[in-house]
């Protein structure tokens, strides 16, 4: 498994990091927790690879597949690594395929890391939640604690934007995704190898957690 350190405001992911895998003094550490830069593409504040860069991050995106544990069919999906300064424009472009209406899920792993929490919200309004979806951006893209997807309320088509900032969209047809990724520039590559797959840090604050609890409030989520 992948080895993942949630790093608070407080803790600056030295010791424990430390014991799990070799890194170099502290000083290089610390910088290499401040880049956020790699080629055209840049990261969020909520991750960043191992400092040994098994995986170094860029833009594009692989076809994938997801099975339903309650139905056990297989849906097409597509795993997109998008620069941050695209990727909240491009997060609503895709629910906006998703309908008029729909459900959404937030996860937290603020106090579960091994077991996040999950809050819903079904039938809401799309443009509503978009409009409450901005007034949390920094949330959604800088906290490596809190995940969203948001599903259509009739169909099997979700997008989610995980902990790792990466979008999944799942359902059984892939085209209208795969056009709103090309409009933003984002490629397809067969074998594109996303954060998530190598060793990695995953970043929070405690301010994330409270916005974390508003945003919760304010969608009248519930678990």
Request: glycine content about 4%.
């Amino acid at each position: 498994m992948p080895y993942e350190q949630h790093v608070s405001e407080n803790d600056t992911a030295t010791d424990d990091f430390a014991n799990s895998i070799a890194r170099p003094d502290r000083t290089t550490f610390e910088a290499h927790l401040a880049r956020r830069r790699y080629g055209h593409f840049t990261l969020t504040e909520a991750i960043r690879p191992a400092w040994q860069l098994g995986i170094i991050p860029e833009a594009g995106y692989r076809h994938d597949s997801y099975k339903d544990p309650i139905t056990g069919e297989n849906l097409p999906a597509i795993v997109a690594a998008v620069s941050s300064e695209r990727l909240f424009d491009t997060f609503l472009q895709l629910i906006e395929s998703l309908g008029d209406a729909c459900d959404v899920v937030l996860e937290s792993s603020h106090e579960h890391k091994s077991h996040p929490k999950e809050w819903r919200r079904e039938g809401i309004e799309r443009i509503l939640l978009e409009s409450q979806l901005w007034n949390f951006e920094d949330l959604l893209l800088n906290d490596g604690c809190t995940s969203i997807a948001v599903l259509h309320s009739e169909e099997p088509f979700e997008v989610q934007l995980d902990e790792h900032k990466l979008l999944i969209a799942y359902g059984p047809a892939m085209h209208t995704f795969e056009t709103i990724l090309s409009e933003q520039g984002v490629r397809q590559k067969k074998n594109l190898r996303v954060i998530s797959q190598g060793d990695h840090m995953h970043t929070s604050t405690s301010h994330h957690m409270t916005q974390f609890e508003d945003l919760v409030s304010q969608l009248h989520a519930d678990v």
